[in-house]
C-alpha cells in the first residue's frame, strides 16, 4: 500500500475528546472515527487490525472444533420475554417496532436465538458436546460509552456457546475454551489474568474475566499477593475479621447532637468505625431497602443487586428515606416494620455495637444481632479492598485496574429451561441442555493490545496483529537512485506477499520517521543517498532503538526470515 493512496491522514496533535492512551493513538493515527457516541467507523489501516485479530480468533475457535455460523443481528423481543432477560438487559437493550408494530430488539448477544436453533435440531446425547460461534455485530446500549473502543454502543464480537448433557462436560467445554482464548492472547501478545467474575445480565454460575492490566481499565481487580486468589471487584470477597468483644449489654441510648455520619458519630463516641452500623438506602424496582453494615466497609452494589435478585437498583433520595419515616443520620433498624433489612455479614462479627436510634441527634449503643433486630436477608454484601485479607489463605490483598478482553460463563440450564431446549439420555429420559457461553470483543482486544503496546511516539504492534509489517521509507526521494530503490524493493517485498507499506510521499525524514513511528509498523526500513553509498538499506524494530544496515542483495530474504521468525514467536 501507498501512503500517498492511503485514505486517513495522520494528525499530530493529542485530541481533547480522547481519554485514554489507545483512543489519543488511534484517532491520531486515523484507523476510527467517532460517529456518535460509542459508535465507530474504522478505517483501513484499523480494519486490517481488526481483520487480523478475526482470523486469529477465527482460527483458535475452528482448532478448538468450534463451528462458524451466523445469526441475525434483529431479534424478535418475544424470545428475549421467554428467557426473562429483558429485564436483566433493563435500557442496556436496543429495541425496536417494525412497520407491524412488532417489537424487536438489536442483539447485544445471542444466547435466546442460538436456544431456539439448538431446540430444534438437538434431539440425543449423541449431538453433544456441541460448540456453535459466530462473530458478529453486537449493540448495547451502555449508559457512559468511553475510551474509544474500550466502551462501545456497537462492537464485533467472537461468541461461541456450548452445548453438553452434563456438568462433566460443560466443565470439559469450558477448560477446552479457556486453553482457546489463552492460545488467542499470546499470539496477539497479549499478556491476561484470568479472574473470578460475576455474571452479571448473562446469567449463570460460574464466570471468568481475562484482564488486561492497564491503569485505563475500568474494572476493578483484587489479587492475593500470596496465593492465586484472583477476582473482580464485583466478586471479590475478603475476611471479615472478629473484633474483640464482650458479653452483650443492655441497649442504651445516648446523646449525639448534629452528628450524622459514621466518621462525626464515631470520634464523638470515641468507638471505633468497626464497632458501629452503617445504614445505606437503595430502591430496589422501585422498592425502599434498608441496609445494614459495619461502619468501617462500604457496600458492593453488584452483590446487593444479586441478593436482591433485582433488575434495577439505585441510591434512595433523602426524600425517599424521610418519607419512609426514617430519621436520615440517626437510621436505626431495631423497630423498623414494612421495609426489606438487608445486612452484611459483618454485623455478626462482634457485639455491642452503635447504631442509629431513629429519633434526632440520638443513637444506640450495644446494639446485638440478632438480639435487637431480624434482617430479612443476611449476605456478603461488602467491598472487598486492597489492604484486606485474602478469603482463601489469609495473605493479604492488592488491587489493579485491569480492561477485560473476554469473558466466559457457566450458563448451566437456565437458559435451555426456560426456552425448552431438551436432549434424550441412554436411557430414554429428557433433560435440559447444560450450555456454557464465551465472548471476546474484537475492538476491546485492539484497544487493549495499544494500551500494552506503545511509548511516547506512538504504538508499537504485535507482528501478529499489526496492520502491515514493513514501513518502507525512502528519505530524499527527489533523489532518483533513492527512489528507483524504493519502488524495485516495494515490488520485490510485495511479491514476496510480504505486507508493506511505501511512505512514498514528497515529505521531510523528520515527518516520515514520526509517521512510521505514530502507525507502529514492526519493522521499519529506511533508504537514503547514504545507505545507497553501501548499496545497502537500514533496518529497524519499530520496538527497538537500534538500526542496522543490510545489503540490498541480502535484504528480500532478511526482512522474508526476520518476519517469518516473529510470527512464530510472537
Ligand atoms: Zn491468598
Known amino acids: 500500500?501507498?501512503?500517498?493512496?492511503?485514505?486517513?491522514?495522520?494528525?499530530?496533535?493529542?485530541?481533547?475528546?480522547?481519554?485514554?492512551?489507545?483512543?489519543?493513538?488511534?484517532?491520531?493515527?486515523?484507523?476510527?472515527?467517532?460517529?456518535?457516541?460509542?459508535?465507530?467507523?474504522?478505517?483501513?489501516?484499523?480494519?486490517?487490525?481488526?481483520?487480523?485479530?478475526?482470523?486469529?480468533?477465527?482460527?483458535?475457535?475452528?482448532?478448538?472444533?468450534?463451528?462458524?455460523?451466523?445469526?441475525?443481528?434483529?431479534?424478535?423481543?418475544?424470545?428475549?420475554?421467554?428467557?426473562?432477560?429483558?429485564?436483566?438487559?433493563?435500557?442496556?437493550?436496543?429495541?425496536?417496532?417494525?412497520?407491524?408494530?412488532?417489537?424487536?430488539?438489536?442483539?447485544?448477544?445471542?444466547?435466546?436465538?442460538?436456544?431456539?436453533?439448538?431446540?430444534?435440531?438437538?434431539?440425543?446425547?449423541?449431538?453433544?458436546?456441541?460448540?456453535?460461534?459466530?462473530?458478529?455485530?453486537?449493540?448495547?446500549?451502555?449508559?457512559?460509552?468511553?475510551?474509544?473502543l474500550i466502551r462501545v454502543r456497537e462492537f464485533t464480537m467472537k461468541d461461541l456457546y456450548s452445548f453438553d448433557t452434563d456438568e462433566e462436560g460443560l466443565d470439559q467445554s469450558y477448560n477446552k475454551m479457556l486453553q482457546a482464548y489463552r492460545n488467542i492472547y499470546d499470539r496477539c501478545s497479549l499478556p491476561t489474568i484470568l479472574v473470578e467474575a460475576d455474571s452479571g445480565a448473562i446469567g449463570g454460575k460460574d464466570s471468568h474475566e481475562f484482564m488486561v492490566i492497564a491503569d485505563s481499565g475500568e474494572d476493578e481487580i483484587i489479587y492475593c499477593s500470596n496465593c492465586e486468589y484472583t477476582a473482580n471487584t464485583d466478586k471479590a470477597q475478603s475476611v471479615k475479621d472478629k473484633i474483640e468483644d464482650g458479653e452483650p449489654l443492655p441497649l442504651e441510648e445516648v446523646e449525639t447532637p448534629g452528628m450524622a455520619t459514621i466518621e462525626e458519630v464515631s470520634s464523638f463516641l470515641k468507638v471505633p468505625h468497626n464497632r458501629t452500623f452503617k445504614a445505606v438506602f437503595y430502591v430496589a424496582d422501585g422498592k425502599l431497602i434498608f441496609v445494614v453494615i459495619r461502619g468501617d466497609l462500604e457496600v458492593n452494589e453488584v452483590k446487593l443487586k444479586n441478593v436482591l435478585e433485582c433488575t434495577e437498583l439505585r441510591m434512595a433520595t433523602e426524600a425517599e428515606v424521610t418519607e419512609a419515616g426514617i430519621v436520615p443520620g440517626a437510621a436505626s433498624p431495631i423497630g423498623i416494620s414494612g421495609i426489606k433489612v438487608v445486612a452484611d455479614d459483618s454485623i455478626t462479627t462482634g457485639t455491642n455495637f452503635v447504631a442509629g436510634a431513629n429519633k434526632p441527634d440520638k443513637h444506640l449503643k450495644n446494639v446485638n444481632y440478632p438480639r435487637d433486630f431480624k434482617a430479612d436477608l443476611i449476605n456478603d454484601i461488602a467491598k472487598a479492598r486492597a489492604g484486606d485479607r485474602c478469603p482463601k489463605c489469609g495473605g493479604k490483598l492488592s488491587s489493579n485496574h485491569g480492561i477485560e478482553v473476554g469473558h466466559t460463563f457457566k450458563l448451566g440450564t437456565f437458559i435451555s429451561q426456560k426456552l425448552g431446549?431438551?436432549?434424550?439420555?441412554?436411557?430414554?429420559?429428557?433433560?435440559?441442555?447444560?450450555?456454557?457461553?464465551?465472548?471476546?470483543?474484537?475492538?476491546?482486544?485492539?484497544?487493549?493490545?495499544?494500551?500494552?503496546?506503545?511509548?511516547?511516539?506512538?504504538?508499537?504492534?504485535?507482528?501478529?496483529?499489526?496492520?502491515?509489517?514493513?514501513?518502507?521509507?525512502?528519505?530524499?526521494?527527489e533523489n532518483p537512485q533513492v527512489i528507483a530503490t524504493a519502488e524495485k524493493l516495494y515490488a520485490d517485498l510485495t511479491a514476496e506477499d510480504l505486507e508493506v507499506l511505501f511512505d512514498d510521499r514528497n515529505e521531510s525524514p523528520g515527518v516520515k520517521f514520526n509517521d512510521a513511528d505514530l502507525l507502529g509498523i514492526p519493522l521499519r526500513v529506511t533508504i537514503s543517498p547514504r545507505t545507497l553509498e553501501k548499496n545497502s538499506v537500514e533496518i529497524k524494530w519499530r520496538s527497538e532503538k537500534e538500526s542496522q544496515l543490510v545489503s540490498l542483495e541480502e535484504i528480500v530474504a532478511k526482512l522474508k526470515e526476520l518476519i517469518a521468525r516473529g510470527a512464530k514467536t510472537s
Open 421 to 477: 431446549a431438551f436432549f434424550i439420555d441412554q436411557s430414554g429420559q429428557s433433560h435440559p441442555i447444560v450450555m456454557g457461553c464465551y465472548g471476546i470483543g474484537l475492538g476491546r482486544l485492539l484497544a487493549a493490545a495499544i494500551e500494552q503496546n506503545h511509548d511516547d511516539k506512538g504504538i508499537i504492534w504485535p507482528l501478529a496483529i499489526a496492520p502491515f509489517h514493513i514501513y518502507l521509507c525512502p528519505l530524499y526521494p
Open 1 to 148: 500500500m501507498r501512503i500517498s493512496k492511503l485514505f486517513g491522514k495522520t494528525r499530530r496533535e493529542i485530541p481533547t475528546e480522547a481519554d485514554t492512551i489507545s483512543h489519543q493513538l488511534l484517532l491520531r493515527a486515523s484507523m476510527i472515527r467517532q460517529v456518535v457516541a460509542g459508535v465507530y467507523s474504522y478505517l483501513p489501516l484499523g480494519w486490517r487490525v481488526l481483520k487480523k485479530i478475526e482470523n486469529i480468533i477465527r482460527e483458535e475457535m475452528d482448532n478448538a472444533d468450534g463451528q462458524e455460523l451466523m445469526l441475525p443481528v434483529l431479534q424478535p423481543l418475544e424470545l428475549w420475554q421467554e428467557s426473562g432477560r429483558d429485564l436483566a438487559f433493563g435500557e442496556g437493550l436496543f429495541t425496536l417496532r417494525d412497520r407491524r408494530q412488532r417489537k424487536l430488539a438489536l442483539g447485544p448477544t445471542h444466547e435466546e436465538v442460538i436456544t431456539e436453533l439448538v431446540r430444534y435440531n438437538v434431539q440425543s446425547y449423541h449431538d453433544s458436546p456441541l460448540l456453535l460461534y459466530q462473530i458478529q455485530t453486537k449493540f448495547r446500549d451502555e449508559p457512559r460509552p468511553r475510551g474509544g
